[in-house]
């Protein structure tokens, strides 16, 4: 297991650009696949994108392709989540996520961080 903290959330207006972070500790950061899921207030925690250890393989919901761009950086224990043109339905709390392979990040058993809330104005 790893601690998972993210930030860079905040309001923005639509059009506008967000960069999350999502700080992990413990020395085997580098061996888990990390992801980005979000949740809107009375909806399910939805898929955004995700990115293997080594940084050679990401997956996107079709919701964000073009838009958003995750990336990590072994050497700081961070993954980044960097958000353009975004849409107001693009609102919702942002989750980073750990887990042993991309594969399995959708059974949801992973380490979690709290979470970080964006808000997209129209």
């Known amino acids: 297991q790893v601690q998972l903290v993210e930030s860079g959330g905040g309001l923005v207006q639509a059009g506008g650009s967000l960069r999350l972070s999502c700080a992990a500790s413990?020395?085997?950061?580098?061996?888990?696949?990390m992801g980005w899921f979000r949740q809107a207030p009375g909806m399910a925690r939805e898929f955004v994108a995700a990115?293997?250890?080594?940084?050679?393989?990401?997956r996107y919901a079709d919701s964000v392709k073009g838009r958003f761009t995750i990336s990590r950086d072994n050497a700081k224990n961070t993954v980044y989540l960097q958000m353009n043109n975004l849409k107001p339905e693009d609102t919702a709390v942002y989750y980073c996520t750990a887990d042993p392979s991309i594969a399995t990040m959708w059974t949801l058993e992973g380490s979690w961080g709290t979470g970080t809330q964006v808000t997209v104005s129209s």
């Open positions: 990115i293997s250890w080594r940084g050679g393989s990401t």
């Open positions: 413990g020395r085997t950061f580098s061996t888990y696949a």
